[in-house]
């Protein structure tokens, strides 16, 4: 598919050549549990270890056969298995691979594990499996990273993200810019190596025209980057307030399940509770707090408050909740002013009741902030809030599309705005008047920053980076 250019040698991974296992699924009691090997040794370590129900017998590239995994040392029977072994190069890692398919229990894993690994093998690092993939040129650097995307995604819409990247939007994306700069680097080095030659002048105004279109690209790409990240990685959001104001009654009826014990006596939520919920495909992380008061309280309440605070500091957004039945009092006033700075979307509850609090008041307190009026108790507003919560993270409706390029990784906006700068670099100097070579060299330093992105240029610490982040298995 793609060949890499990085700028280290092969040879700097001298464990590539060596066969490689892990258990590929999650632990715990399944149905089916994946050992997975990968390298030179694999079909010979599934011979050793598997017994055909009917024989003659011989592995059939991509096809799976039924047997026993046994152990070679005994020949007794672990377990009944399908196995598949898949004949480089048209594999994950392109390189052989076999997938032993047993029962998904603990103890069966691991002694499948083990019996691998006794014939050769040896422990897959994390991330190593798409790492191969990666070296042996399946797939790009952007790709590599959108595995660990997918397997990670919380809504449908960090899942078309990550799915952008894994069908290879970016690197067609990449690939088109990198092209016209590379056509224009030919036509200054040809000029700068031949001067003598009779070869045309550089059209200049043609070229400022090309470097600011793809100026403009690079800009459109990492304005879309706060947007991405937020569907990507999720935010986390408190609900604070007072006692009594219907936190844990809203968490409840947010998360459509009884997650929060709710009394009317104060104090009732002592610790953080903590639950991920899908607003318009943004993940959020939802934490409801223990209420906020001055009045004397005893110590397990204290943690409770001083936990609470935490939570509200290090929140990316705060549901600031008020009773809109009762007058605003000295622990309102304080709540109001902890959370001054923080990004807020105000909640004035008990709308079914008779207002204390009215909506011009708080309007006038908040002017820059959402405000929406909901009845916890009667689940009235709830989608207003949603609307309040979606539109105070993103600012827009926003509509994942698999056309439409979204930058949700921060080393992708970091190397697209390295290239933005050095392109606007190059376009002062051609409107100066410097010489060929400085733009020359500008324009090498571009396509290596783009290099870095899709892993043609990048380091072998930033590849360690990005690999560590995989579980062991993938």
């Given at each position: 598919m793609k060949q890499n250019n990085t700028n280290f040698s092969k040879g700097s991974f001298p464990e590539e050549r060596d066969t490689i296992a892990a258990i590929s699924t999650p632990f715990g009691e399944s149905g089916i549990g994946i050992v997975r090997m990968s390298g030179l040794l694999s079909g010979s370590i599934a011979r050793k270890l598997f017994r055909p129900k009917h024989t003659p017998f011989s592995f059939v590239s991509h096809h799976f056969h039924?047997?026993?995994?046994?152990?070679?040392?005994?020949?007794?029977?672990?377990?009944?298995?399908?196995?598949?072994?898949?004949?480089?190069?048209?594999?994950?890692?392109?390189?052989?691979?076999?997938?032993?398919?047993?029962?998904?229990?603990?103890?069966?894993?691991?002694?499948?594990?083990?019996?691998?690994?006794?014939?050769?093998?040896?422990?897959?690092?994390?991330?190593?499996?798409?790492?191969?993939?990666?070296?042996?040129?399946?797939?790009?650097?952007?790709?590599?990273?959108?595995?660990?995307?997918?397997?990670?995604?919380?809504?449908?819409?960090?899942?078309?993200?990550?799915?952008?990247?894994?069908?290879?939007?970016?690197?067609?994306?990449?690939?088109?810019?990198?092209?016209?700069?590379?056509?224009?680097?030919?036509?200054?080095?040809?000029?700068?190596?031949?001067?003598?030659?009779?070869?045309?002048?550089?059209?200049?105004?043609?070229?400022?025209?090309?470097?600011?279109?793809?100026?403009?690209?690079?800009?459109?790409?990492?304005?879309?980057?706060?947007?991405?990240?937020?569907?990507?990685?999720?935010?986390?959001?408190?609900?604070?307030?007072?006692?009594?104001?219907?936190?844990?009654?809203?968490?409840?009826?947010?998360?459509?399940?009884?997650?929060?014990?709710?009394?009317?006596?104060?104090?009732?939520?002592?610790?953080?509770?903590?639950?991920?919920?899908?607003?318009?495909?943004?993940?959020?992380?939802?934490?409801?707090?223990?209420?906020?008061?001055?009045?004397?309280?005893?110590?397990?309440?204290?943690?409770?408050?001083?936990?609470?605070?935490?939570?509200?500091?290090?929140?990316?957004?705060?549901?600031?909740?008020?009773?809109?039945?009762?007058?605003?009092?000295?622990?309102?006033?304080?709540?109001?002013?902890?959370i001054d700075a923080k990004k807020k979307v105000v909640v004035l509850n008990k709308k079914d009741l008779s207002r204390k609090v009215s909506l011009k008041s708080m309007k006038e307190r908040f002017p820059d902030h959402s405000i929406v009026q909901i009845s916890a108790l009667k689940g009235e507003g709830i989608e207003d809030l949603q609307q309040a919560i979606y539109f105070s993270l993103l600012h827009r409706d926003i509509r994942v599309s698999p056309e439409h390029l979204i930058v949700a990784n921060i080393r992708h906006k970091i190397a697209l705005s390295n290239t933005r700068q050095i392109l606007l670099d190059a376009l002062r100097g051609l409107e100066e008047g410097v010489s060929l070579e400085f733009i020359a060299f500008e324009i090498r330093s571009a396509l290596d920053s783009l290099g870095e992105i899709v892993g043609e240029t990048t380091s072998e610490e930033v590849l360690n980076r990005v690999f560590d982040q995989f579980c062991i298995g993938k």
């Amino acid at each position: 598919m793609k060949q890499n250019n990085t700028n280290f040698s092969k040879g700097s991974f001298p464990e590539e050549r060596d066969t490689i296992a892990a258990i590929s699924t999650p632990f715990g009691e399944s149905g089916i549990g994946i050992v997975r090997m990968s390298g030179l040794l694999s079909g010979s370590i599934a011979r050793k270890l598997f017994r055909p129900k009917h024989t003659p017998f011989s592995f059939v590239s991509h096809h799976f056969h039924y047997g026993e995994l046994i152990d070679p040392e005994n020949g007794n029977p672990v377990d009944e298995v399908l196995v598949v072994l898949m004949k480089s190069p048209k594999t994950y890692t392109r390189e052989d691979i076999v997938e032993i398919h047993c029962h998904g229990g603990y103890f069966i894993l691991r002694k499948a594990l083990e019996l691998v690994l006794g014939q050769g093998a040896r422990m897959a690092l994390p991330g190593e499996f798409t790492k191969r993939a990666f070296l042996n040129g399946r797939i790009d650097l952007t790709q590599a990273e959108a595995v660990i995307d997918l397997i990670k995604a919380k809504t449908r819409e960090s899942l078309e993200i990550a799915g952008q990247q894994l069908r290879g939007l970016l690197y067609r994306e990449m690939a088109s810019v990198r092209e016209k700069l590379v056509q224009n680097l030919a036509m200054l080095e040809a000029h700068i190596d031949f001067p003598e030659e009779e070869i045309e002048a550089i059209p200049l105004t043609k070229m400022k025209e090309d470097l600011l279109d793809k100026v403009k690209k690079l800009e459109e790409w990492i304005s879309t980057h706060e947007e991405g990240r937020v569907f990507r990685e999720g935010v986390s959001c408190a609900i604070t307030g007072k006692t009594n104001v219907g936190k844990s009654s809203l968490l409840n009826i947010l998360l459509k399940q009884e997650r929060a014990i709710v009394t009317p006596i104060p104090g009732t939520t002592r610790d953080v509770i903590e639950e991920v919920l899908n607003i318009h495909g943004i993940p959020v992380r939802l934490m409801d707090t223990a209420g906020l008061r001055k009045a004397a309280m005893n110590s397990i309440e204290r943690e409770g408050v001083r936990r609470a605070k935490e939570r509200v500091a290090d929140a990316d957004l705060v549901l600031l909740m008020i009773d809109g039945s009762r007058k605003l009092d000295e622990d309102d006033e304080e709540i109001f002013r902890e959370i001054d700075a923080k990004k807020k979307v105000v909640v004035l509850n008990k709308k079914d009741l008779s207002r204390k609090v009215s909506l011009k008041s708080m309007k006038e307190r908040f002017p820059d902030h959402s405000i929406v009026q909901i009845s916890a108790l009667k689940g009235e507003g709830i989608e207003d809030l949603q609307q309040a919560i979606y539109f105070s993270l993103l600012h827009r409706d926003i509509r994942v599309s698999p056309e439409h390029l979204i930058v949700a990784n921060i080393r992708h906006k970091i190397a697209l705005s390295n290239t933005r700068q050095i392109l606007l670099d190059a376009l002062r100097g051609l409107e100066e008047g410097v010489s060929l070579e400085f733009i020359a060299f500008e324009i090498r330093s571009a396509l290596d920053s783009l290099g870095e992105i899709v892993g043609e240029t990048t380091s072998e610490e930033v590849l360690n980076r990005v690999f560590d982040q995989f579980c062991i298995g993938k």
